[in-house]
Nanobody
């Protein structure tokens, strides 16, 4: 299984970005894809997750109402639409996947497949 993340960049506060995570090599539909982020000298924090089968979504409180996770099954891609970005959203964003789904979807150590990070920088 491979995950390829893209879509990061530099944006002004209040702006938007859409991150993409392409998943290849999966063998079943019972898995979860999540986005985490890590700012310099901070721990990797949960942002959002989606169950591939059924599409149930989970969001961190800090991004509710601003970030939306979604998927395109035909393209094997998970998206993170980020609106109303704030300087504190600046971080490296990682997508991750886990087979099978876990109720502890918000713990980074539960995921066994990771994509490379993509930098998101929000200027004030």
């Amino acid at each position: 299984v491979q995950l390829q993340a893209s879509g990061g960049g530099l944006v002004q506060a209040g702006g938007s970005l859409r991150l993409s995570c392409v998943i290849s090599g999966r063998s079943s539909n019972d898995f979860t894809v999540a986005w985490f982020r890590q700012a310099p000298e901070k721990e990797r924090d949960f942002v959002a997750a989606i169950k591939w089968s059924g599409g149930t979504r989970f969001n961190a409180e800090s991004v509710k109402g601003r970030f939306t996770i979604s998927k395109d099954s035909a393209k094997n891609t998970v998206y993170l639409q980020m609106n109303s970005l704030k300087p504190e959203d600046t971080a490296v964003y990682y997508c991750a996947a886990r087979w099978p789904h876990t109720v502890q979807y918000y713990y980074a150590h539960e995921y066994n497949h990771w994509g490379q990070g993509t930098q998101v920088t929000v200027s004030s």
